[in-house]
């Protein structure tokens, strides 16, 4: 609050902003404007914590709702984790290859945590997904595989109630898209795909060769290295292949000490 000798001219705008002046008064042997001032001064104090007191009881609901909501969507995971051996623990490791891809990028905390959850519910829709397709040993049937490819579009639907996860949706819902457009469900291309959606796919295709299956052995990591090569630019997203690369190649106990946990 500014006292002012200047009898009828308010303090210069420069001034004002500078030293964040809220309201100014006249010098004068009347106090009905200063204690007015004063008054309205106290109020708006009062009125800042009033404020400040509601968005911290906002952010503790809103966290309470985020921790109910996924506390419920995750047991839907563990549903499907308990039929399907190969799901266990493929989330939780997708979920941390893509922050490690995520940090590698710089990318900020909330992408990070977007990453995160987006990468532990990304087949939350194989819950729709008969036990007879999911757990199928042998070779499925072009019927049976349509079957999976609905999965994530299932997931997405499964997760569009809340909008609370609006921010991973993109995730679940395009994580099986492919660079050059031969994806699904959508076949988008290039950067019509989500970027983070374009991240968990080279993590959850990295988990899917380097994990053991029932029909098949995890294949050897330079393999897996050739793989990448092969499809960067029509699988996957070329920078974002490149920057995994160099992590196979150069901090791979990144990826066993994950792989260790799981």
Known sequence: MLLTGHKDLAPPLETIKRLDIQGYCEKSDKFDQLLLLIESGIKSISQMQEIKKINIELKDTYEKLEKSYLESIATLRYTVEAKDSYTRGHSDRVSEYSVLIGKKLGLSDLQLRTLQIGGLFHDIGKIGVPDSILLKESKLTDNEYSEIKNHPSIGAHILSNATIFKDIIPIVKHHHERYDGKGYP????????????????????????????????????????????????????????????????????????????Y
């Not at 098949?216 to 290295?225: F, G, H, M, W, Y």
């Open 186 to 261: 959508s076949m988008l291309k290039g950067n019509e795909i989500p970027y983070l959606a374009r991240i968990t796919a080279i993590a959850d295709s990295f988990d899917a060769m380097t994990s053991k299956r029932s029909y098949r052995d995890s294949l050897p990591l330079e393999t897996v290295i050739d793989e990448f090569r092969k499809n960067k630019g029509t699988q996957f997203d070329p920078e974002l292949t490149d920057i995994f690369l160099d992590i196979l190649e150069n901090h791979f106990d990144e990826i066993k000490e994950i792989q260790d946990k």
